[in-house]
Protein backbone atom coordinates (compact mmCIF):
# COMPACT_ATOMS: atom_id res chain seq x y z
CA UNK A 1 0.00 0.00 0.00
CA UNK A 2 0.88 3.37 -0.61
CA UNK A 3 -0.17 6.91 1.60
CA UNK A 4 -0.12 10.35 -0.13
CA UNK A 5 -0.09 13.53 1.70
CA UNK A 6 0.06 16.47 0.43
CA UNK A 7 0.39 19.76 1.98
CA UNK A 8 1.49 23.67 1.03
CA UNK A 9 -2.19 24.84 -0.16
CA UNK A 10 -3.69 27.66 0.50
CA UNK A 11 -5.01 31.07 -0.06
CA UNK A 12 -2.19 33.50 -2.17
CA UNK A 13 -2.86 36.73 -4.57
CA UNK A 14 -2.59 36.52 -8.11
CA UNK A 15 0.95 36.83 -9.31
CA UNK A 16 2.50 35.31 -6.08
CA UNK A 17 4.03 32.03 -5.21
CA UNK A 18 3.30 28.54 -3.58
CA UNK A 19 5.03 24.92 -3.17
CA UNK A 20 3.17 22.26 -2.54
CA UNK A 21 4.70 19.32 -1.08
CA UNK A 22 3.77 15.48 -1.41
CA UNK A 23 5.09 12.73 1.23
CA UNK A 24 4.48 9.38 -0.18
CA UNK A 25 5.13 6.34 2.53
CA UNK A 26 4.73 2.63 1.87
CA UNK A 27 6.09 0.31 -0.98
CA UNK A 28 7.53 3.08 -3.01
CA UNK A 29 9.97 3.15 -5.86
CA UNK A 30 12.20 6.00 -7.05
CA UNK A 31 11.59 4.65 -10.71
CA UNK A 32 7.60 5.27 -10.29
CA UNK A 33 6.86 8.51 -11.46
CA UNK A 34 5.37 10.71 -9.48
CA UNK A 35 2.61 13.99 -10.64
CA UNK A 36 0.78 16.93 -9.91
CA UNK A 37 -3.11 17.29 -10.71
CA UNK A 38 -6.02 19.62 -9.96
CA UNK A 39 -9.52 19.79 -10.44
CA UNK A 40 -11.33 22.81 -10.23
CA UNK A 41 -15.51 23.32 -9.63
CA UNK A 42 -17.25 22.17 -12.94
CA UNK A 43 -13.89 20.58 -14.31
CA UNK A 44 -12.52 17.75 -15.07
CA UNK A 45 -9.25 16.33 -13.19
CA UNK A 46 -6.48 17.42 -15.76
CA UNK A 47 -2.41 16.84 -15.88
CA UNK A 48 -0.21 19.75 -14.03
CA UNK A 49 3.32 17.95 -14.14
CA UNK A 50 5.03 14.68 -14.13
CA UNK A 51 8.60 13.59 -12.82
CA UNK A 52 10.25 10.09 -13.83
CA UNK A 53 12.61 8.91 -10.97
CA UNK A 54 15.07 11.01 -12.69
CA UNK A 55 14.87 14.55 -14.13
CA UNK A 56 12.51 14.08 -16.89
CA UNK A 57 9.33 16.03 -16.58
CA UNK A 58 6.60 16.94 -18.35
CA UNK A 59 4.42 19.99 -17.54
CA UNK A 60 0.51 20.97 -18.96
CA UNK A 61 0.72 24.01 -21.52
CA UNK A 62 -1.06 26.24 -19.05
CA UNK A 63 1.56 26.16 -16.44
CA UNK A 64 4.77 25.62 -18.41
CA UNK A 65 7.47 28.36 -17.48
CA UNK A 66 5.85 28.79 -13.93
CA UNK A 67 5.33 25.67 -12.67
CA UNK A 68 8.53 23.70 -11.21
CA UNK A 69 8.15 19.97 -9.86
CA UNK A 70 10.95 18.36 -8.75
CA UNK A 71 11.45 15.18 -6.61
CA UNK A 72 13.57 13.99 -3.77
CA UNK A 73 13.81 9.95 -3.41
CA UNK A 74 15.40 9.85 -0.90
CA UNK A 75 12.64 11.60 1.37
CA UNK A 76 9.78 9.83 -1.29
CA UNK A 77 8.83 13.63 -1.77
CA UNK A 78 7.63 15.50 -4.71
CA UNK A 79 7.37 19.26 -5.25
CA UNK A 80 5.44 21.81 -6.87
CA UNK A 81 6.61 24.75 -7.27
CA UNK A 82 4.59 27.65 -8.13
CA UNK A 83 5.26 31.35 -9.03
CA UNK A 84 3.04 33.62 -11.09
CA UNK A 85 -0.11 32.52 -9.75
CA UNK A 86 -3.71 32.89 -11.98
CA UNK A 87 -6.96 32.64 -10.62
CA UNK A 88 -7.50 30.08 -13.26
CA UNK A 89 -5.13 28.05 -11.15
CA UNK A 90 -7.47 28.05 -8.56
CA UNK A 91 -8.46 24.25 -7.54
CA UNK A 92 -7.77 20.95 -5.64
CA UNK A 93 -4.28 19.98 -6.15
CA UNK A 94 -3.84 16.23 -6.11
CA UNK A 95 -0.14 14.10 -5.72
CA UNK A 96 -0.25 10.82 -7.97
CA UNK A 97 2.17 7.67 -7.50
CA UNK A 98 1.73 5.31 -10.50
CA UNK A 99 2.70 2.09 -8.84
CA UNK A 100 3.52 -1.31 -10.59
CA UNK A 101 -0.19 -2.59 -10.36
CA UNK A 102 -2.47 0.81 -9.46
CA UNK A 103 -2.08 4.27 -9.40
CA UNK A 104 -2.68 5.87 -5.94
CA UNK A 105 -4.02 9.74 -4.87
CA UNK A 106 -3.67 11.77 -1.72
CA UNK A 107 -6.68 13.70 -0.65
CA UNK A 108 -5.75 16.96 -2.09
CA UNK A 109 -5.01 20.16 -1.31
CA UNK A 110 -6.68 23.21 -1.67
CA UNK A 111 -5.14 26.26 -4.02
CA UNK A 112 -6.77 29.76 -4.07
CA UNK A 113 -5.67 32.90 -6.12
CA UNK A 114 -7.85 35.90 -5.42
CA UNK A 115 -7.16 39.44 -4.38
Known amino acids: QVQLVESGGGLVQPGGSLRLSCAAS????????MGWYRQAPGKERELVAT???????NYADSVKGRFTISRDNAKNTVYLQMNSLKSEDTAVYYC?????????WGQGTQVTVSS
Open 96 to 104: NYKGWVRTY
Open 26 to 33: GSISSINP
Open 51 to 57: ITSGTST
